[in-house]
């Protein structure tokens, strides 16, 4: 079955900088790969999603990236805020499928 | 309306009681998601429901029993539940992905689980 690495699993940055989670995947019939948002007590909230017949996608400050080749997806996050910190998953699917496979997370913390 | 809602947000048990947890979504998708997850911990996959018929259980143990009475409503019946089983049981929803981009997981806030 497909499994998902992700990491950092805690990351800090000062507001204003970059940060970057990435995230591997094992199934090569995988080819949907969303990234979550979960912010303390709320629920999983889609912030970019990316197909493989895609390279990279971007919205404002957030872009995912794929190399397909290397199963590996990236998450971008430019000119970070406050609002920013929140725990990030990344996940897997195979298309059509119905069963995301989830990475184990990453704490992001946004110092002011 | 991109909204799942999920009842009740908070729930006590004791480990001889019998509760439901109660899921609706009226964005007209026709998959239905249970999840379960720890503090700290991602979503975990418990059942799927497409068309109103179970097609995935994670090997879940039988004192969790889903139930999918309409395209609109979801529910987990909890009985004989364990300490262990305390965590946030998140339902989900989406369109049966038969076309790209439109199977986008919506997830609901979340039902609160103590069990003592």
């Known amino acids: 079955g497909e499994n998902v690495e992700q990491h950092p699993s805690t990351l800090s940055v000062q507001e204003g900088d970059s940060a970057v989670i990435k995230c591997t995947y094992s199934?090569?019939?995988?080819?949907?790969f969303p990234w979550y948002k979960q912010e303390l007590g709320k629920r999983p909230q889609l912030i970019i999603d990316?197909?493989?017949?895609?390279g990279e996608k971007k919205d404002q400050r957030i872009a995912v990236t794929l190399n397909k080749t290397a199963k590996h997806f990236s998450l971008h996050i430019t000119e970070t805020q406050p609002e920013d910190s929140a725990v990030y998953f990344c996940?897997?699917?195979?298309?059509?499928?119905?069963?995301?496979?989830f990475g184990a997370g990453t704490i992001l913390r946004v110092k002011s | 309306d991109t909204e799942v809602t999920q009842t009740p947000k908070h729930l006590v048990m004791g480990m001889t009681n019998k509760k439901s947890l109660k899921c609706e979504q009226h964005?007209?998708?026709?998959?239905m998601y249970w999840y379960k997850q720890k503090a700290k911990k991602p979503p975990e996959l418990m059942f799927v429901?497409?068309?109103?018929?179970?097609?995935i259980n994670e090997s879940v143990p039988s004192r969790f029993s889903p139930e999918c009475p309409n395209s609109s409503l979801l529910n987990l019946h909890l009985h004989a539940l364990q300490p262990e089983d305390s965590a946030l049981y998140l339902c989900?929803?989406?369109?049966?992905?038969?076309?790209?981009?439109?199977?986008?997981?919506?997830f609901g806030p979340g039902t609160r689980l103590t069990v003592l």
């Open positions: 996940a897997a699917r195979r298309e059509y499928g119905n069963k995301l496979v």
């Open positions: 990316i197909r493989s017949n895609v």
């Open positions: 199934d090569s019939a995988s080819n949907y």
């Open positions: 429901y497409s068309y109103e018929k179970l097609s």
């Open positions: 989900a929803s989406s369109q049966v992905g038969r076309r790209v981009g439109t199977d986008t997981q919506y």
């Open positions: 964005m007209g998708h026709r998959a």
